[in-house]
Nanobody, 120 residues
Framework: QVQLVESGGGLAQAGDFLRLSCVASGNTINTYSMGWFRQAPGKEREFVATIRRFLGYYSDSVKGRFTISRDNAKNTLYLQMNSLKPEDTAVYYC???????????????WGQGTQVTVSS
């Protein structure tokens, strides 16, 4: 089992950048495939990015702007978010599972989320 805690969210303006962190405890993240998801008010949780070993896969909406990475020595997952847009506003969650897929149901472990708000 692994516990996940996200941080790094906040307020940003369109075009700004933020970096989210997800620190794991209870187990090492190199045991898992890791992912980032987000949920905007009134919308379903959606896939943002996932990483298998050190290769990232992205949703079309963030491809080219966001970068997922992991530091196994620090047991931490990151999401570098550049060129932020108002539509990126959401609660961002990190997740751990056994497959680097876009289906949230395949991730049994979740953090509590961190709010990202982007103003125009």
């Amino acid at each position: 089992q692994v516990q996940l805690v996200e941080s790094g969210g906040g307020l940003a303006q369109a075009g700004d950048f933020l970096r989210l962190s997800c620190v794991a405890s209870g187990n090492t993240i190199n045991t898992y495939s890791m992912g980032w998801f987000r949920q905007a008010p009134g919308k379903e949780r959606e896939f943002v990015a996932t990483i298998r070993r050190f290769l990232g896969y992205y949703s079309d909406s963030v491809k080219g702007r966001f970068t997922i990475s992991r530091d196994n020595a620090k047991n931490t997952l990151y999401l570098q978010m550049n060129s932020l847009k108002p539509e990126d506003t959401a609660v961002y969650y990190c997740a751990a599972g056994n497959a680097a897929v876009s289906d949230a149901k395949q991730y049994p472990y979740w953090g509590q989320g961190t709010q990202v708000t982007v103003s125009s």
